[in-house]
T-cell receptor
Framework: NAGVTQTPKFQVLKTGQSMTLQCAQD?????MSWYRQDPGMGLRLIHY???????DQGEVPNGYNVSRSTTEDFPLRLLSAAPSQTSVYFC??????????????FGQGTRLTVV | AQSVTQPDIHITVSEGASLELRCNYS??????LFWYVQSPGQGLQLLLK??????LVQGIKGFEAEFKRSQSSFNLRKPSVHWSDAAEYFC???????????FGTGTRLLVSP
């Protein structure tokens, strides 16, 4: 059981380039989300999805696109990378309803540098 | 809007000493509250969570946290810190269990010999 898998682990982009951060989970979780982590700011929600075909914006969505064609995958697209998007990106998944036996699972992160 | 405040950016504790990390939240209804730990270069691991019921919550690695509604706090405690506890700790609040988590800015714990 792999959990939440993010690829790549590291990436360097030039300003203006586009790329897709991949996130896959094998736990059949309906809920998936993307966060970015910046020094001194904790994690901030970029986009989230409550199921295949349904996505919505989080706190910091500008410059990012998402889609959810399958339950397993939730890719994050940077349309035109900017230095302000230099960050560590985390994908997370969880069941739709939380209880004492559930939790959100986070991937290992993708460290992105935009030069 | 939800918010989480972790007032301590860094804390240094001697090995074997007790630990308390502070967390205050702002939320209009009964919150779902969480503590996560992040080791350098790693993802986040859930230490414990509060959904409802007993306000003293036990977690993994000997950690516990107490939900105090009157103080809007959810402080994390450990009676005796080990060197392996050195990491960054994040408090988070969720409106719908694990969905749309709002994180604090984190507290970095340093453990001195």
């Amino acid at each position: 059981n792999a959990g939440v898998t993010q690829t790549p682990k590291f990436q360097v982009l030039k300003t203006g380039q586009s790329m897709t951060l991949q996130c896959a989970q094998d736990m059949n979780h309906e809920y998936m989300s993307w966060y970015r982590q910046d020094p001194g700011m904790g994690l901030r929600l970029i986009h989230y999805s409550v199921g295949a075909g349904i996505t919505d914006q989080g706190e910091v969505p500008n410059g990012y696109n998402v889609s959810r064609s399958t339950t397993e995958d939730f890719p994050l697209r940077l349309l035109s990378a900017a230095p302000s998007q230099t960050s560590v990106y985390f994908c997370a998944s969880s069941p739709p309803r939380g209880d004492s036996n559930t939790e959100a699972f986070f991937g290992q992160g993708t460290r992105l540098t935009v030069v | 809007a939800q918010s989480v405040t972790q007032p301590d950016i860094h804390i240094t504790v001697s090995e074997g000493a007790s630990l308390e990390l502070r967390c205050n939240y702002s939320y209009g209804a009964t919150p779902y509250l969480f503590w996560y730990v992040q080791s350098p270069g790693q993802g986040l691991q859930l230490l414990l969570k509060y959904f409802s019921g007993d306000t003293l919550v036990q977690g993994i690695k000997g950690f516990e946290a107490e939900f105090k509604r009157s103080q809007s706090s959810f402080n994390l405690r450990k009676p005796s810190v080990h060197w392996s506890d050195a990491a960054e700790y994040f408090c988070a609040v969720g409106a719908l269990s694990f969905q749309k988590l709002v994180f604090g800015t984190g507290t970095r714990l340093l453990v001195s010999p």
